[in-house]
């Protein structure tokens, strides 16, 4: 998959410490105008029409997301119809903004005005590139804070267990419209920065010099096809999104400009910010960290290999399908130089793909019968259902390769 998901190089980590300005007396570095339009009232769901309203804005940094090939594949090209089902209902957008790091939030004005007093610089750990040219991006997040703690609290994606519920632990999330939730989540209502496929205002900062040719600067939230990159320090970028097939495409090498040159921009921090109000379950995906979030594929066996009890089976009642453990550019049908697909094969199917159980977040969970955690050729595999001694489950729907 290097060729289609190459996104991995792109964190460049550093110290975790937040970096204040150049006094620590707390003196805003910067302000961010924001004006949010729309009825809050008609878009709330029926479970929290009893309680009161906190809007909030929350500047919410950016991270990498390595899209899972599954999703990355089928979310945009219907080549499987039991695929595609399972990539609606279990991948976020593979082009969308995956939070990292909550910053700054304010109360929203009853004209719907807010002003976020920015004190800190964004760390290391959300900036990508070299510290002479370093960049961050970061989308301003409209929610409602309903346990009033004055921040905003990410959402993590469902389990993808029979018996088992939504959430887990810190962080689990209650649908919308349920009747008994144990926590008061945070439901968001719009965003500045929702997807690469959709118009976008994103707020930059900028460490030295823009460098268009920087590579992970063309992978990190692209924006091909503006001439100008963001200036030094802080301003706000807007793009009108590019097609998802568009996309994919780059992933895979296929050259070519994403965006309109018309739809950019670059302003200064004295411009608004204009965020219209949307129903909370168009808008989840800048809110959702972990489980799917990372993207990266983390395989599971379909029984607990040595215990003596069996973990749960997967709901199959939720979408699901058998696929190749493996995907290729070679599905997208286009020609990409350097790339052989004459003896690429999509017809086995030794892994199963379950999408999770509804929930604010999305994920899916791939399974199959021999592999690691995170590499389904191991060399020393950490579970082996693909022998006559240790078969597959009964429940288990593809096909097997026991050995005989």
Known sequence: MKHLLPLLLLLVLGCQDKVLGLTDNATPLVHIHVKVTGDLQALRPESTLKETPHLRVALVWGGVYNPDPFCGIYQVLPLDPSATAVAQAGCRDIFGFVPQQVGESVAVAPDGTATIDLINLPNAAVLVGEVTSRVGYASILVFDDRNNNGTLELHRAAQNRNGGGPGGGPGG???????????????????????????????????GTFDANNALYGLFYPRTGCATGPTTGFSILSAGGFAPIDGLKALAGVAGDLEDPATCSVKTLDAVIEIPLQATETVRDPACTGGGSTGVIRYSPPSQPGATKQQPQPDLTQPWACMPIHYSPCLLGVPIPGLDCSAFDATSRPALAVAAVPSDCKSTTHYILKGCQNDANCETPDWDFTTAANPPPAWWPCATGVKP
């Open 173 to 207: 999330m209650q649908t919308p419209d349920s009747a008994t939730p144990t926590t008061l989540t945070d439901f968001v209502y719009g965003a500045s920065f929702i997807s690469q496929t959709q118009p976008d205002q994103r707020i930059a900062y900028l460490e």
